[in-house]
């Protein structure tokens, strides 16, 4: 129990680090009434693959948008309403659809991360996991917490780990497990196409390393 607890405050230091790294920066203005989102922080190349225009800090973002970055790539995006995503490298992100949320309706948002790794900064997020939540080949990531990470960063599997608030559904055909407190993580062994062979594993803390690992896939 001692060393339980003692690696939930190391999971929390460093979801703390992260959530601080994020907040850094200026906010930026919204011109067109479409944009739902603009790109706050580039490290890298990455490309707009709607236009083929290199993603640079100030890019706007639109519904049906699909971001693709290169090596050693980071990429920060803020969503109208205070969402913050970043992208790693070698990853292809799609923004399937996105309403924030108003007075009468909740938000409604829906990504797609079809390589790489994502966090996600989930801000506005509801009791209900459809409202906002990112689709890979392995899984989904039904959002109803905070900071959430996932993708493909280990060979033949897909990795997610929840580093603050909570829960996170993680779903595909085969099962659902729910991830309910900071440093819990599962898996899902994948096949060549990035696709799920099995359900979600069985939640558990990752140990420090890995999380360390999985921070560093997102930091500038």
């Not at 920066?25 to 990455?46: F, K, N």
């Not at 924030?100 to 948002?109: K, L, M, N, R, S």
């Not at 080949?137 to 917490?145: F, L, P, Q």
């Not at 905070?146 to 559904?169: C, H, K, M, R, S």
Request: glycine letters at 12%.
């Amino acid at each position: 129990m001692k060393k339980q607890c003692s690696l939930q405050r190391i999971y929390k230091g460093l979801a703390g680090m992260v959530l601080a790294g994020l907040m850094m920066g200026p906010s930026l203005a919204w011109a067109q009434d479409d944009v739902i989102a603009r790109v706050v922080a580039v490290q890298g190349e990455a490309t707009l693959m709607t236009d083929s225009s290199t993603i640079t800090r100030g890019s706007a973002l639109r519904e049906g948008d699909q971001v693709n970055t290169g090596p050693d790539t980071r990429v920060r995006m803020r969503f109208i309403g205070g969402s913050l995503l970043t992208l790693g490298e070698n990853a292809e992100f799609e923004i399937a659809s996105y309403r924030p949320a108003t007075d009468t309706e909740p938000q409604d948002a829906h990504f797609r991360l079809l390589s790489g790794v994502i966090l996600a900064v989930a801000e506005g997020a509801t009791p209900d996991a459809q409202d906002y939540r990112i689709e890979t080949s392995a899984a989904t990531m039904g959002i109803r917490g905070t900071i959430i990470w996932g993708g493909y960063f280990i060979e033949d599997q897909a990795d997610f780990i929840l580093f603050g608030g909570g829960p996170v559904d993680v779903v595909n055909d085969q099962g659902t497990v729910t991830l309910t407190e900071p440093g819990q993580g599962t898996t899902v062994f994948v096949d060549e196409e990035g696709r799920a062979v099995q359900p979600p594993e069985i939640p558990e803390f990752w140990i420090p390393g890995k999380v360390f690992e999985a921070q560093t896939t997102i930091s500038f």
